[in-house]
């Protein structure tokens, strides 16, 4: 085995390409000859592809996750200052689309097991200035619907829901997007279905928040020059749409492979000493987005990873209420004790459908090496 091949990518985005090449070069030639860049047919086809993948009856394609978020929250009139609770373990882009939108990120703390929006917190959270909720689908799959309906329903929240890392997870099976009012995705290149470059949606049942959210994004336009709204731009791209339906017709397989290599690597960690592995919640059917095992001395193992040739990453070291950009918020090490102990510990493993067992012997291998180096040290 060569260097080369003993190195595992913690993704591997030119295996997926390499499946998709010919369709989306046929693609981008029929774009390019149509002139079509901005709305074309391919972005109202993939539209309605992906709101019908996702058992919803309305998908509207925007520039990016961040904006989808922020898009959907606007549609639905966001009283300036108003709290939106949200998971303190997310990335960043949640709390931000939030603030974007003229609201307040409430940080609530996540359960131990799974790392989802605890209900229970989410209810303390709950006060009289808080708005919405927005739970986040953390690495494939959906936080726990049924109790945040409850709890949305009891005190007059809005529920929403960040659907950026769960492409074709359902929940006693409802997809995301179903529960609440909205949901944001993105289609960034790394996610189950990953665009040439940013991408993503707002998903909803709603087809007044559609509407809006079309005029929104679309400069406040309900046609040509006439502005009904402030909104600005944020469309998605037609080549983007393109590349999006090629993939989409592939994505059941492709999550089918990944919850494939994930109970591999269930099996290959389970009498490694030291690791903590990643649970499907109750109902859920994972699309394993990220297979994300906890580890002591993380930082030491990843750079033994690393090292090794293993892409193994972080996700996400710093917790958003202690970022810097949101110190205004008066958080403190030790506010949402889960979510911290949490960052500290994630190691997330190389996961793609085109991952192969030898490739994954090798990383639990180079894994169980690097704790025998800490237990050492």
Known sequence: MTADQANVPLVDLLAGHAEVAAEVEAGFARVLSSGAFIKGPDVAAFESEFAEF??????????????????MLRA????????????????????EAVVRAGGTPVFADVDDEHLLLDPAAAAGAVTDGVWGLLP????????????????????????????????????DG????????????SFYPGKNLGAYGD???????????????????????????VHDRLGFNSRLDTLQAVVLRAKLARLAGWNEARREAAARYDALLADVEGVRLPRTAPGNVHVWHLYAVR??????????????G????????????????????????????????????????????????????????????????????
């Open 54 to 71: 996702s058992g919803v009856a309305h998908c509207v394609g925007v520039a990016n996750g961040t904006d989808a978020l922020e898009l």
């Open 76 to 95: 639905d009139e966001l009283p300036e200052g108003a709290g939106v609770v949200m998971p303190a373990n997310t990335f960043v882009a949640s709390a």
């Open 136 to 171: 986040v689908h953390l690495n494939g799959q959906l936080a726990p619907m049924a109790p945040l309906m409850e709890l949305a329903a009891s005190t007059g929240a809005r529920l929403f829901e960040d659907a950026a890392q769960c492409q074709g997870a359902t929940q």
């Open 174 to 185: 409802r997809g995301a997007g179903s529960w609440g009012r909205a949901a944001g995705t």
């Open 199 to 225: 991408a993503g949606a707002v998903l909803t049942g709603d087809a007044d928040l559609d509407r809006i959210v079309r005029e929104l994004g679309d400069h406040g336009s309900s046609r040509k020059y």
């Open 295 to 308: 580890v002591a001395r993380r930082d030491a193992v990843l750079a033994d990873l690393n090292a090794a």
């Open 310 to 377: 293993i892409g193994a990453g972080v996700h996400y070291p710093v917790p958003v209420h202690l970022q810097p950009a949101f110190r205004a918020l008066g958080h403190a090490p030790g506010d949402f004790p889960v979510a911290e102990r949490a960052a500290a510990e994630i190691l997330t493993l190389p996961l793609y459908p085109q991952i192969t067992e030898e490739q994954q012997v090798r990383v639990v291998e180079a894994l169980a090496k690097a704790l025998r180096n800490q237990d050492a040290a």
